[in-house]
């Protein structure tokens, strides 16, 4: 596994075509994108990593499947009275089908959505005490008190998001939004500036693996129905693409972010800022590729022609 990941890192350093770094949050346009890290954190409470993986990035969207287990935690399955469960189709701050589909947004991943499930985990709270208990629950599932928000991204974030208050207006004018469309985007844009690295996340997403030795966060109920989401819309309209070339459900971020799950076997965190067409990170969606390859992970069946890497 060490050889699989190291191997990784160097094809991801030798790679010539890098993507294009998210800019309309100014703090992450000038981010370089020469960086890869990759991280595993195995069912077996190893954990390995190649390339950049101790240095922190901006996890933007992948906070979506933390926001989501904790608004499920208050509410529970009401959530989906408010927000649905199927792939939009559409990039992640499309309005498109907001107004067909009367503020119901299609699932909690794409932009609308995940303002509707920050509103529930919000519900009830002030914003500090909100972003207190999420941070709460990351910091439990990566075993690790050091994960922060970076403000300064927050700041940025906030004073340019023009279609995310576009749809919180939009939601809000549905009657989808119980606290002001302030409060929701400030805790929004903080709940995505949290700031963590590969490791740091791979050990974060232990709680979706589904083994013995793994954090207990959820139900295994609960656990599996994240992982589905994640499968279907983890990557916005290049969902199908990424189940396609990858076999496993995955969160990515603007930040250049994914997170993976083998569900009983591992969290597979993985980064480089530079993202493809559909804003999904380019070199990582193409590691994960490789890695899903090599090992013959999958979720649709076992492996055959793999390098015999086990659990
Ligand atoms: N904070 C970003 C936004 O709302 C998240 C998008 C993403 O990571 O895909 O625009």
Redesign the pocket.
Known sequence: MQHLLDDIAAMAAADPERGVV?S??PELAGIDPNQFGIAIATADGEVLTAGDAETPFSI???SKIFALALALGRVGDQLWRRVGREPSGLS??SMLLLEREDGIPRNPFI?AG?LVTTDTYLAGSTPREALGELLRFMRAAADDDSIHINETVAKS?FRT?H??FSLAHYLASFGNLRASVEKVLGT??HQ??VEMSCRQLALAGRFLVDAPLMPGLVSVERRRRINALMMTCGH?DGSGDFAFRVGMPGK????GGILVISPGRASIAVWSPGLNRY?NSKLGTEAMETFAHRTGWSVFGVPHSAEGIKR
């Open positions: 998210a309309y949050i933007q969207s992948v992640f701050d932009n995940a974030e998001a279609r995310n929004y844009c995505c500036a916005y990515s971020g603007v930040g804003g």
